[in-house]
């Protein structure tokens, strides 16, 4: 049952445009929603947050915006670096477990 | 600050062995989680440990166990492993609600 989607497997986007990641879930107890970024051989590092209260949370080049009534959370990088080229996973917080997307992998192109 | 640190790094078993995989958490933190990531998905929540116990816990069978030590940090054992047990274990530790899980680098287990 899966109930974080990330419908896009893959992304690429030139470097210093916008990149554009989306998240859709299904689950309305859902309370806190995080992005992690994943390396090859490296565990996922933490990027950014968003309260369920909330409908949009800003950290640098990174922002996240939820909207609650359609169940729809998207990340926006801007400019995208060459650095950015990763895999980009979604996560929901229910109770206390995290429940995770399949992962968008990103590639940013010079 | 040297974050949070799984061992080993990788691990070769045969199946219907056990294997047991060690994390210790970020400093400051007092919960550990642990996630099974298999080749192109996402990770996948199996337990939770808080104050030496077991809080929550995902759809995995009763041959995944755990234990947290006073020192907060955790091992996962895994009997009569299955071809299927093979994945990428991370471990995430968090202090308090709501905040982000830290991840350590996982351990590469792959069962023969």
């Known amino acids: 049952d899966q109930q974080v989607k990330q419908n896009s497997p893959s992304l690429s986007v030139q470097e210093g445009r916008i990149s554009i990641l989306n998240c859709d879930y299904t689950?309305?107890?859902?309370?806190?929603f995080l992005w992690y970024k994943k390396y090859p051989a490296e565990g996922p590092t933490f990027l950014i947050s968003?309260?369920?209260?909330?409908d949009k949370n800003e950290d640098g080049r990174f922002t996240v915006f939820l909207n609650k009534s359609a169940k729809h959370l998207s990340l926006h990088i801007v400019p995208s670096q060459p650095g950015d080229s990763a895999v980009y996973f979604c996560?929901?917080?229910?109770?206390?477990?995290?429940?995770f997307g399949a992962g968008t992998t990103v590639t940013v192109r010079a | 600050d040297a974050g949070v640190t799984q061992s080993p790094t990788h691990l070769i078993k045969t199946r219907g062995q056990q294997v047991t995989l060690r994390c210790s958490p970020k400093s400051g933190h007092d919960t550990v989680s642990w996630y099974q990531q298999a080749l192109g998905q996402g990770p996948q929540f199996i337990f939770q440990?808080?104050?030496?116990?077991?809080?929550q816990r995902g759809n995995f069978p009763d041959r995944f166990s755990g234990h947290q030590f006073p020192n907060y940090s955790s091992e996962l054992n895994v009997n009569a492993l299955l071809l299927g047990d093979s994945a990428l274990y991370l471990c995430?530790?968090?202090?308090?609600?709501?905040?982000?899980?830290?991840f350590g680098q996982g351990t590469r287990l792959t069962v023969v």
């Open positions: 995430a530790s968090s202090f308090g609600v709501n905040t982000e899980a830290f």
């Open positions: 440990y808080y104050e030496e116990e077991e809080r």
């Open positions: 968003i309260s369920s209260i909330k």
């Open positions: 689950n309305s107890m859902f309370d806190y």
């Open positions: 996560a929901a917080k229910d109770d206390y477990k995290l429940s």
